[in-house]
């Protein structure tokens, strides 16, 4: 048995990470709606929580998790800690004595509780005083429609509006106008604007480490004369050297040591790490978070795949969103970085092999099983190593956030 899943994140008026959605499919070959929704969930709950942990897919936000109403009746969600999941009930729900008896008994043991897909009926005004979050579909729902939904919740101010399918910027802008409270979306990482913006001297100097690490022949002495004229990216390497992500035991003193430590492959994810970090820093973090997820995994796939170059496919997906980070068109932004010519094409043109990893990349992120299976498939990859090769990038994005905010 393998656990499938993905998590869309969810944000606040400020674009910082409010939570995730997780969603559950029953392997890349039986995808939903050909399983049962109960089955779902209790998949969901038995893999998240009971044999992984849910804290490698929500690090410590909360997760919102899909439940019917048998699901809820059979009492799923007990087996789920309170301060870490939203319970999720289904759009397929229909409001009944049942499921207010469920709602007041779930509110009693402290969970969160959230409408999917909200259609306003005014039976559920009897279920404000025990929602939390209703969601609503903006591509579904009516600006009209929507204008009802908030009158209709004006006496319950605890009640939290949240968007979902915000796709662009304007969209989320104009949902902040609605009066919105979280967004649910992959708006955060399309660029809110195309325009050019220089790269600072420190950017250009974290660039130019990227081409050197790139060479077949890396020369440690021109690499560490680099670092050295530039403190704070001493600083950061070194604190990053001495993070809880290697757990030495011995402590790092000099920039040489430090190199020598980390070697060729870590030294060149750290340098496209703190990269997009310093770019980004007026972004979203969960952006960044993406970008290193997207980087590891696309790595993890390469490998699998028998690429000669895994390390070229890390910075493929570490450079996937750099458009969206700089608002500038990727074809403009590659012609600034000293990048392969491989790199460029896949980001560019999205042709050759690179650009084969990022898409199944993108597929896998938003839960495209369908699709993501033909690709697994045309790459010929082993379809049971993918589910914990996207695993083990969350995790290790979630490790590398932690130690660039130390």
Same mark, same amino acid.
């Given at each position: 048995?393998?656990?499938?899943?993905?998590?869309?994140?969810?944000?606040?008026?400020?674009?910082?990470?409010?939570?995730?959605?997780?969603?559950?499919?029953?392997?890349?070959?039986?995808?939903?709606?050909?399983?049962?929704?109960?089955?779902?969930?209790?998949?969901?709950?038995?893999?998240?929580?009971?044999?992984?942990?849910?804290?490698?897919?929500?690090?410590?936000?909360?997760?919102?998790?899909?439940?019917?109403?048998?699901?809820?009746?059979?009492?799923?969600?007990?087996?789920?800690?309170?301060?870490?999941?939203?319970?999720?009930?289904?759009?397929?729900?229909?409001?009944?004595?049942?499921?207010?008896?469920?709602?007041?008994?779930?509110?009693?043991?402290?969970?969160?509780?959230?409408?999917?897909?909200?259609?306003?009926?005014?039976?559920?005004?009897?279920?404000?005083?025990?929602?939390?979050?209703?969601?609503?579909?903006?591509?579904?729902?009516?600006?009209?429609?929507?204008?009802?939904?908030?009158?209709?919740?004006?006496?319950?101010?605890?009640?939290?509006?949240?968007?979902?399918?915000?796709?662009?910027?304007?969209?989320?802008?104009?949902?902040?106008?609605?009066?919105?409270?979280?967004?649910?979306?992959?708006?955060?990482?399309?660029?809110?604007?195309?325009?050019?913006?220089?790269?600072?001297?420190?950017?250009?100097?974290?660039?130019?480490?990227?081409?050197?690490?790139?060479?077949?022949?890396?020369?440690?002495?021109? %690499?560490?004369? /680099?670092?050295?004229?530039? =403190?704070? $990216?001493?600083? !950061?390497? #070194?604190?990053?050297?001495? +993070?809880?992500? &290697?757990?030495?035991?011995?402590? %790092?003193?000099? /920039?040489?040591?430090?190199? =020598?430590? $980390?070697?060729? !492959?870590? #030294?060149?994810?750290?340098? +496209?790490?703190? &990269?997009?970090?310093?770019?980004?820093?007026?972004?979203?973090?969960?952006?960044?978070?993406?970008?290193?997820?997207?980087?590891?995994?696309?790595?993890?796939?390469?490998?699998?795949?028998?690429?000669?170059?895994?390390?070229?496919?890390?910075?493929?997906?570490?450079?996937?969103?750099?458009?969206?980070?700089?608002?500038?068109?990727?074809?403009?932004?590659?012609?600034?970085?000293?990048?392969?010519?491989?790199?460029?094409?896949?980001?560019?043109?999205?042709?050759?092999?690179?650009?084969?990893?990022?898409?199944?990349?993108?597929?896998?992120?938003?839960?495209?099983?369908?699709?993501?299976?033909?690709?697994?498939?045309?790459?010929?990859?082993?379809?049971?190593?993918?589910?914990?090769?996207?695993?083990?990038?969350?995790?290790?994005?979630?490790?590398?956030?932690?130690?660039?905010?130390?």
């Amino acid at each position: 048995m393998y656990f499938y899943t993905a998590r869309q994140p969810i944000l606040d008026k400020a674009k910082n990470l409010f939570a995730y959605e997780l969603l559950f499919r029953d392997g890349v070959e039986n995808v939903f709606p050909n399983i049962d929704s109960d089955e779902a969930t209790s998949r969901m709950i038995e893999g998240g929580h009971l044999n992984l942990g849910l804290d490698e897919f929500l690090d410590d936000k909360p997760g919102f998790i899909n439940f019917t109403l048998d699901a809820l009746l059979k009492r799923y969600p007990a087996l789920l800690p309170a301060e870490q999941v939203v319970i999720e009930i289904l759009e397929t729900v229909q409001p009944g004595k049942r499921l207010l008896a469920e709602c007041k008994m779930l509110k009693e043991q402290g969970y969160i509780l959230a409408l999917d897909d909200y259609i306003h009926q005014p039976v559920w005004r009897h279920f404000y005083p025990l929602i939390d979050i209703i969601k609503v579909d903006l591509r579904s729902t009516s600006e009209e429609q929507i204008l009802q939904i908030k009158h209709s919740i004006s006496e319950f101010p605890h009640l939290k509006l949240l968007a979902e399918k915000v796709e662009t910027n304007e969209e989320f802008e104009h949902a902040i106008e609605l009066g919105f409270d979280y967004f649910q979306g992959y708006f955060f990482y399309k660029p809110e604007m195309m325009q050019s913006r220089a790269l600072s001297p420190a950017q250009m100097t974290l660039a130019e480490l990227l081409y050197e690490t790139a060479k077949k022949d890396t020369d440690l002495n021109s %690499i560490t004369g /680099i670092f050295e004229r530039d =403190v704070n $990216l001493s600083y !950061k390497l #070194l604190r990053y050297a001495n +993070s809880a992500v &290697f757990k030495r035991r011995t402590e %790092i003193s000099t /920039i040489k040591q430090a190199l =020598v430590l $980390l070697g060729q !492959k870590e #030294l060149k994810r750290f340098l +496209s790490v703190l &990269f997009t970090a310093q770019v980004g820093s007026e972004k979203p973090a969960e952006l960044m978070r993406l970008a290193m997820t997207r980087a590891r995994f696309a790595e993890h796939i390469s490998v699998l795949a028998g690429f000669s170059a895994p390390a070229e496919a890390f910075l493929t997906g570490m450079m996937s969103l750099i458009d969206a980070i700089l608002d500038e068109p990727m074809a403009s932004v590659m012609t600034k970085l000293p990048l392969s010519a491989g790199i460029k094409a896949a980001l560019v043109e999205s042709e050759g092999p690179m650009a084969s990893y990022l898409q199944l990349v993108k597929l896998y992120e938003q839960a495209h099983w369908d699709a993501a299976e033909q690709w697994i498939q045309r790459l010929q990859l082993d379809k049971k190593a993918v589910p914990d090769a996207y695993h083990s990038a969350v995790q290790w994005a979630n490790d590398q956030m932690k130690a660039l905010g130390e």
